[in-house]
């Protein structure tokens, strides 16, 4: 990450929150306000795996509500 977002990244906790809330609060404060939400819309959508070799792997997790992609496959003409 560049130092220029690391000034303005709010998960460090480094800067002063009028809310007196974390970013994972704030997160799941946002997530659950709907009238029609409950707390599955608050659980991560994504798994982060740190490879030995330096590389993250990034997946949907698989309690993921909400997915990318269609429903059904569609063929093309």
Request: aromatic share 0%; no cysteine.
């Given at each position: 990450?560049?130092?220029d977002?690391?000034e303005?990244?709010?998960?460090?906790?480094?800067?002063?929150?009028?809310?007196?809330?974390?970013?994972?609060?704030?997160?799941?404060?946002?997530?659950?306000?709907?009238?029609?939400?409950?707390e599955?819309?608050?659980?991560?959508?994504?798994?982060?795996?740190?490879?030995?070799?330096?590389?993250t792997?990034?997946?949907?997790?698989?309690?993921?509500?909400?997915?990318?992609g269609?429903g059904?496959?569609?063929?093309?003409?």
């Open positions: 990450m560049s130092s977002a690391t303005h990244d709010d998960t460090t906790g480094d800067h002063d929150d009028p809310t007196g809330m974390t970013a994972d609060e704030k997160r799941h404060d946002q997530l659950t306000r709907a009238p029609k939400s409950d599955t819309d608050a659980a991560p959508r994504i798994t982060t795996e740190e490879r030995p070799d330096g590389v792997r990034i997946d949907v997790a698989d309690t993921a509500k909400v997915r990318p269609g059904e496959a569609r063929t093309r003409d």
